[in-house]
């Protein structure tokens, strides 16, 4: 039995939905945030010293970070090697798009999201100084190098159903969920095959399951 440990408004839907593809046997453990400092409480502290989700117990052993868990489920409970190509353009493709995501895509999108949070929470007489400074750094750092990923992305999903091989993959459930925030964050309307994929992966019985449970 793998246990994910789901902190509120933490990025564990896509474990969630792999374990759903899977057919694993799993169960979601909850756990709310400070209300004053939105950190996690000492019960996930217990589980994991740095107190951020997901991370996954099974057995004896614990997995944090996104991108070891999915390969963590991938080694353990997918003995047909559905889920990750074994060799060619398409395992390239794997590896690309697995360290792509959390290396080149979420930075840019959790630095929007910061900014889009700080942005609400300064002092109303400094709101409109402080508005102009993060309207600046979005326009001119964030969006000239959010723009072109997006881009890239699209532009492979023209010529590829899924992000690695014929089927879905591991990098299709870690590629997602940025995906996701940059669907909420960010005018994604000039990309076609991105919105297709968004729209067909929602879709997907398996990944409606998941998204029930939060």
Known sequence: MIYV??????????????????????????YQRDPKTSGAPDTLKKVYPLGVSPVITDGEVTVAES??????ILDHYDPEQRFRPVSGQALLDYRYWMHF???SL?????MQLILSKSRKRVPFFIRPVIGKFIDALCQNFILPRLKPQLQLIDDFLARNHWFAGEQMSGADFQMFLALQLAEIQTDISAFSHIQRYMQEVKALPGYQRAEKQF
């Open 5 to 30: 440990h789901h902190l509120e408004k933490s990025r564990s839907n896509r474990i969630v939905w792999l374990l759903e593809e899977s057919g694993a046997e799993y169960q979601v453990v909850f």
């Open 67 to 72: 991108g070891a868990i999915i390969e963590y």
């Open 101 to 103: 995501a959390e290396g």
């Open 106 to 110: 979420m930075p840019l999108l959790v």
